[in-house]
């Protein structure tokens, strides 16, 4: 790993004394780890743009959303609940629906299908649902899904009735930036620590 540089060094020094704070070693050390793959004059412009515009002083993941213009995951979650809100108007729970942004088919699936989400007809269930998609739709941005069946298609009634959708109603916006789906091709790479005792019997795998 690389040390950071004096040119570096001398920013983040310049960023925390804008905001009365003490740089030191770890302070450093913390920025150098977000920053350490991204140009040194993006994040120059970056640390300018903190000093001119912001109240408090950015973190080092902050700073690095702003060096390179990455869209934080929170931010593309609330995104995208907005998208599934629109395509509960659009195509309603008869109808087979398939998002542009396949991570939405992974969360929605993950959350119980479509038909139920699309029925909740209580506020403060629906409520509790946004938070739980969210979370659920920035876990899987950060950790990725497994390939196969999980962002596909998210059948309606009229499949669940006839075997067969009537239509496939398309979901997307050209307003929105979709983020990029890391598709997971080992299932046992996705697994967090705590959970490596588990077995899956069929597949044999952890």
């Not at 905001?19 to 004059?41: H, K, N, S, T």
């Not at 739709?137 to 669940?160: D, F, P």
Request: aromatic letters at 8%.
């Amino acid at each position: 790993m690389n040390a950071p540089n004096e040119r570096f060094t001398s920013l983040v020094a310049a960023l925390a004394s804008a905001f009365r704070q003490v740089a030191d070693e770890p302070m450093f050390m913390a920025y150098w780890f977000a920053l350490e793959d991204v140009g040194i004059d993006s994040i120059q412009d970056a640390v300018k743009r903190s000093i001119r515009d912001c109240k408090y002083m950015p973190t080092a993941s902050e700073l690095r959303g702003m060096s390179t213009n990455e869209v934080p995951v929170d931010h593309h979650a609330r995104m995208a609940w907005e998208d599934v809100r629109a395509g509960m108007m659009i195509a309603g729970p008869y109808n087979s629906v398939n998002f542009d942004d396949k991570i939405i088919n992974a969360t929605i699936r993950n959350m119980g299908g479509w038909i139920r989400l699309c029925e909740i007809e209580d506020d403060k269930e629906m409520t509790f649902e946004r938070h739980r998609f969210e979370k659920t739709y920035a876990s899987i941005l950060r950790h990725g899904v497994m390939e196969g069946k999980s962002t596909n298609y998210l059948g309606g009634l009229h499949e669940q009735l006839n075997g067969k959708p009537d239509e496939i109603v398309a979901i997307g916006f050209d307003n929105r930036t979709l983020p990029p789906v890391r598709m997971i091709t080992n299932e046992n790479a996705r697994l967090p620590m705590d959970f490596a005792h588990l077995v899956d019997v069929k597949k044999g795998v952890l």
